[in-house]
């Protein structure tokens, strides 16, 4: 086979890998010369001429001349007579240049070739993908359903790009049919192997934050900053926003007229409740908004430590906490401070800690962590309240509520 001719069977990849005629003439040049110094131990004597125009090359060995029967190295040297076969008037000590066919490399080389390439040109077209999506990791994407799997699903975008939606990077509420357009961010992007595994998401803060910025125009240009948002995915999320200029209302500006823009991104996370809360300096305050809708009377923070106490009226507390824990657990991440509930107006009750002998003190943190942390903030529940809320079964919690119970009646 000429080298034209092999040139032109390998074009295919050019086609298929969407790969330029000059970059598929470098990689071509770097799998010859691996060739050559497999074959002749080096290829430094060796020059590879490539036309990226017509697709052609040419392989030219360069050798000295030295007298018959003197030659030491025959990749570097050609003995007088072998030179003179090429060109007559040959002399010693001349430099000889003979070209190289791809069939005098023989036929297990020229397969070696030809899987080389296929190697250089996927490694290449995996770089590629790898820099491009880890450019646009944060960025929001969109992408089509192409497989459904337990664990996962298998996204491709329209360059043919294959992106991975793992489960827990899943809305619970959502559902995938063959064909569907899915949005999210480009969460990580890693090289496994020399394949880069994108990975696609629905339920990073960071996705809220790029709805915002595509559906509230005074976000994109920058007008209403996002100081911060956290989510419990498809349930709640809290997010709080900030303007230098006085004249913008960002919490209004944000939900739109009669909630024109937030319902757009509320169906989107498949009806998350968004709450909006406008960012300010003064911690106490910013504390207060986080818990809304519930009124807090009064506030100790102790910032060394990372933690509040917070004190409201007892009607109030369950406000405070809310559905699940959700919005005591969000008004936690979102201001950076460990929240304790109590209850003002309760002398009669009793802190959880004190029935540490009765209760294991697990079972107490578990409780604690909703902003459960006194006998009558239990009681006020029911068991099956008490179960949504926290991780607990329901023979512990039973259990707990027969102990408070027996305390309060003796």
């Given at each position: 086979?000429?080298?034209?001719?092999?040139?032109e069977s390998f074009s295919e990849f050019k086609?298929?890998?969407?790969?330029?005629?000059?970059?598929?003439?470098?990689?071509?040049?770097?799998?010859?010369?691996?060739?050559?110094?497999?074959?002749?131990?080096?290829?430094?004597?060796?020059?590879?001429?490539?036309?990226?125009?017509?697709?052609?090359?040419?392989?030219?060995?360069?050798?000295?001349?030295?007298?018959?029967?003197?030659?030491?190295?025959?990749?570097?040297?050609?003995?007088?007579?072998?030179?003179?076969?090429?060109?007559?008037?040959?002399?010693?000590?001349?430099?000889?240049?003979?070209?190289?066919?791809?069939?005098?490399?023989?036929?297990?080389?020229?397969?070696?070739?030809?899987?080389?390439?296929?190697?250089?040109?996927?490694?290449?077209?995996?770089?590629?993908?790898?820099?491009?999506?880890?450019?646009?990791?944060?960025?929001?994407?969109?992408?089509?359903?192409?497989?459904?799997?337990?664990?996962?699903?298998?996204?491709?975008?329209?360059?043919?790009?294959?992106?991975?939606?793992?489960?827990?990077?899943?809305?619970?509420?959502?559902?995938?049919?063959?064909?569907?357009?899915?949005?999210?961010?480009?969460?990580?992007?890693?090289?496994?192997?020399?394949?880069?595994?994108?990975?696609?998401?629905?339920?990073?803060?960071?996705?809220?934050?790029?709805?915002?910025?595509?559906?509230?125009?005074?976000?994109?240009?920058?007008?209403?900053?996002?100081?911060?948002?956290?989510?419990?995915?498809?349930?709640?999320?809290?997010?709080?926003?900030?303007?230098?200029?006085?004249?913008?209302?960002?919490?209004?500006?944000?939900?739109?007229?009669?909630?024109?823009?937030?319902?757009?991104?509320?169906?989107?996370?498949?009806?998350?409740?968004?709450?909006?809360?406008?960012?300010?300096?003064?911690?106490?305050?910013?504390?207060?908004?986080?818990?809304?809708?519930?009124?807090?009377?009064?506030?100790?923070?102790?910032?060394?430590?990372?933690?509040?106490?917070?004190?409201?009226?007892?009607?109030?507390?369950?406000?405070?906490?809310?559905?699940?824990?959700?919005?005591?657990?969000?008004?936690?991440?979102?201001?950076?401070?460990?929240?304790?509930?109590?209850?003002?107006?309760?002398?009669?009750?009793?802190?959880?800690?004190?029935?540490?002998?009765?209760?294991?003190?697990?079972?107490?943190?578990?409780?604690?962590?909703?902003?459960?942390?006194?006998?009558?903030?239990?009681?006020?529940?029911?068991?099956?309240?008490?179960?949504?809320?926290?991780?607990l079964e329901d023979v512990t919690i039973n259990e707990v509520l027969r102990i408070l119970?027996?305390?309060?009646?003796?």
């Amino acid at each position: 086979m000429e080298n034209l001719a092999l040139i032109e069977s390998f074009s295919e990849f050019k086609d298929e890998k969407l790969i330029d005629r000059v970059t598929l003439m470098v990689i071509l040049e770097d799998v010859f010369r691996n060739t050559l110094k497999r074959k002749f131990g080096s290829d430094e004597n060796f020059d590879i001429i490539i036309n990226p125009d017509k697709g052609d090359l040419e392989i030219w060995r360069n050798r000295v001349v030295v007298d018959n029967g003197s030659v030491e190295d025959p990749n570097q040297q050609i003995e007088l007579k072998d030179a003179q076969k090429i060109e007559p008037d040959f002399e010693v000590g001349e430099d000889v240049s003979e070209e190289v066919k791809l069939v005098d490399l023989g036929r297990r080389a020229i397969l070696s070739l030809r899987q080389n390439l296929v190697s250089k040109i996927f490694e290449h077209d995996s770089n590629n993908i790898f820099k491009q999506f880890k450019d646009l990791e944060g960025d929001l994407y969109s992408a089509e359903v192409h497989h459904v799997r337990n664990r996962e699903v298998i996204l491709i975008d329209d360059d043919g790009n294959e992106l991975i939606l793992p489960k827990d990077k899943q809305i619970p509420s959502d559902f995938y049919r063959k064909g569907d357009s899915v949005r999210g961010v480009i969460e990580s992007v890693e090289l496994r192997g020399n394949k880069p595994r994108i990975i696609f998401s629905r339920t990073s803060p960071v996705f809220l934050e790029k709805l915002f910025e595509q559906e509230i125009p005074e976000v994109f240009d920058g007008l209403i900053t996002i100081k911060k948002a956290v989510r419990i995915p498809g349930e709640k999320a809290k997010v709080s926003v900030d303007s230098y200029d006085d004249r913008i209302d960002p919490v209004g500006a944000c939900v739109g007229m009669k909630g024109s823009r937030i319902h757009g991104i509320v169906r989107e996370l498949g009806n998350e409740n968004i709450d909006i809360i406008n960012y300010t300096n003064n911690l106490q305050l910013y504390i207060t908004r986080s818990l809304s809708p519930a009124k807090i009377n009064s506030l100790k923070i102790n910032e060394k430590e990372k933690r509040v106490q917070v004190f409201l009226d007892p009607e109030e507390v369950s406000k405070a906490i809310g559905k699940g824990g959700h919005n005591i657990r969000l008004a936690g991440k979102l201001t950076g401070f460990e929240i304790d509930v109590y209850r003002e107006g309760a002398e009669e009750d009793v802190e959880l800690a004190e029935f540490s002998d009765e209760i294991e003190p697990w079972v107490i943190e578990e409780f604690k962590k909703v902003g459960l942390d006194t006998a009558k903030s239990i009681l006020e529940l029911d068991a099956e309240d008490l179960t949504k809320r926290t991780d607990l079964e329901d023979v512990t919690i039973n259990e707990v509520l027969r102990i408070l119970k027996e305390e309060f009646e003796d």
